[in-house]
């Protein structure tokens, strides 16, 4: 233990996009005081945004080295790189957030004698060669982000324990006082009823479900929709290129404003109304769902996954995944409706601070990471 009573946690992630698990990165950092008895440092392939973000809030950033799967070489180097942190830093766990994280690096921390945790962020289903490759290096612990995902970790590390540990979220620092000084930035109207989806550009999370919902809310008046993500991988341009169209298609492409890749996410819900993220396919947990509660915005979203561990009817509206029809719905009687907008938003920060309240969710995370540290597994 570091200083006789802390306990080191080094944290692999790949560093090339920003999405939930980066957002969780950042939070460990910047919250790292509500939780004394862990020192977590980082360990990145990629530089970029996250790296930034990490670095910023002080704590112990490693570079390992750009990986390819498909060149076993940075393979063998990131590995040599890892065995040289883990040497110097002496991390009693080292967690890999990620499949493909898992399978480059776990020989080099069992090689180390560290304790090995992998972090469930998405659902495993058993069938993908990576889940295959990670199933011979099993981890001394499996920590799921939801029940939902918890539920699928059995096909790929049967045996292995598992413990669920909702993200830590953090209250916004931003208040809706920001909310005209936003929309005047945006060009969008004080009184105009603003509908925001913030997330990465995969078809998965629904924006053209969004889209079409809204195609049969064109002649309902007051409404505006902000789509807050940009490309960050290949084909994502080509998908936002098709949601462009299909906005002009529904004849509202005046109507939808596409605002790239944005670090603001909190100003603007801040200024928003309603956030609505009708997935296709389910949502591991979503962060973002909470950051959204936190704002107090009602929640439209689709009703499977990790999204019913957090939004139900106090606080939002679950709905069939790609049912068009009730997703329009539901932003209808919304928009039309500012007393079921307030109250639904009003029940929102307290749904999202009884799941993900920081203080208490760290707390969690040291006693999980702590058990197999004092018992193994």
């Known amino acids: 233990m570091v200083g006789g009573d802390q306990l080191k946690v080094l944290h692999l992630s790949a560093g090339n996009l920003y999405g939930g698990i980066e957002t969780l ?14 020192e977590p440092e980082f360990g990145l392939c990629f530089h ?20 390819r799967l498909s060149r076993p070489w940075t393979v063998w180097r990131a ?10 830093a002496r ?23 560290a304790r090995l945790v992998h972090f469930v962020h998405v659902e495993k289903t058993g069938r993908h060669w990576l889940e295959r490759w990670v199933a011979h290096t099993p981890p001394h612990l499996v920590v799921a982000n939801s029940r939902f995902t918890a539920g699928s970790v059995g096909p790929v590390f049967p045996g292995t324990r598992v413990e669920l540990c909702h993200c830590p979220v953090a209250a ?27 997330s990465r550009l995969e078809r998965w999370k629904g924006q053209a479900v969004h889209l079409a919902a809204l195609g049969l809310l064109r002649d309902v008046p007051g409404w505006e929709c902000w789509l807050a993500g940009g490309a960050q991988k290949a084909g994502e341009a080509e998908f936002l290129a098709e949601l462009r169209s299909a906005a002009e ?23 928003a109304d309603v956030f609505c993220q009708p997935n296709t396919g389910p949502e591991p947990f979503g962060i973002v769902f909470v950051e959204a509660l936190y704002a107090g915005l009602p929640v439209v979203t689709s009703g ?16 069939a995944p790609a049912d068009t029809a009730a997703v329009a719905a539901a932003l209808r009687e919304l928009i ?32 999980v990471l702590l058990r197999p540290a004092e018992g193994g597994a």
């Open 25 to 38: 990165l950042t939070t460990l950092a910047r919250l790292r005081h509500l939780a004394p008895g862990m």
């Open 79 to 88: 590995r040599n790189r890892l065995r040289r942190v883990l040497a110097e």
């Open 91 to 113: 991390p009693e766990v080292v967690v890999a957030h990620g499949s493909w994280l898992h399978a480059v690096f776990a020989p080099a921390v069992r090689g180390a004698g």
């Open 304 to 319: 499977f996954g990790g999204a019913v561990e957090i939004v139900d009817g106090t606080c939002g509206v679950l709905t």
């Open 48 to 67: 970029g945004r996250p790296w930034d973000e990490l670095a910023a809030t002080g704590v112990a950033v490693h570079d390992l080295g750009t990986v």
């Open 172 to 198: 916004p620092t931003v208040d809706r006082t920001v909310r005209s000084e936003v929309r005047s930035e945006l060009g969008t109207e004080d009184g105009a009823v603003v509908i925001l989806q913030a």
């Open 336 to 367: 039309r409706d500012p007393s079921r907008r307030r109250a639904l938003g009003a029940a929102g920060p307290n749904r999202a601070e009884s799941l993900c309240d920081p203080a208490r969710q760290l707390g969690i995370a040291a006693d």
């Open 249 to 271: 298609r529904a004849g509202i492409s005046d109507r939808v404003r596409f605002l790239g890749q944005r670090a603001d996410v909190p100003r603007l819900m801040a200024a």
